[in-house]
């Protein structure tokens, strides 16, 4: 079981932005599809963006679109969620999760979960 610890999360203004991190350990990420979800409270965890496993394919929700970009290096066995032009709607507990699947977006179809990061956009 891959353990995942996700970091980077804030306080920030409208407009502005934010790198998250997924840093995993106790296992290698290289086998999985990687994803970012995010649950803002009384509302379901719903999916952000995820990547292959190899970073051939990634894919967004259309809230996020052209906003923010998934990336990963296997290397560093970390994933990185870059958030720019953040918006009070993007505020959330922002959490990563592996997958053995493609792309998934339900949260179902991924295994491991870390603690999450708060989100906080202010206007």
């Known amino acids: 079981q891959v353990q995942l610890v996700e970091s980077g999360g804030g306080l920030v203004q409208v407009g502005g932005s934010l790198r998250l991190s997924c840093a995993a350990s106790?296992?290698?990420?290289?086998?999985?599809?990687m994803g970012w979800f995010r649950q803002a409270p009384g509302s379901e965890r719903e999916f952000v963006a995820a990547?292959?496993?190899?970073?051939?394919?990634?894919r967004y929700a259309d809230s996020v679109k052209g906003r923010f970009t998934i990336s990963r290096d296997n290397a560093k066995n970390t994933v990185y969620l870059q958030m720019n032009s953040l918006k009070p709607e993007d505020t959330a507990v922002y959490y990563c999760?592996?997958?053995?699947?493609?792309?998934?977006?339900?949260?179902?179809?991924?295994?491991?979960w870390g603690q999450g990061t708060q989100v906080t956009v202010s206007s």
């Open positions: 999760g592996t997958s053995a699947f493609g792309l998934p977006m339900r949260s179902s179809d991924y295994k491991d």
């Open positions: 106790g296992g290698t990420i290289n086998g999985y599809s």
């Open positions: 990547i292959t496993r190899l970073s051939a394919i990634s």
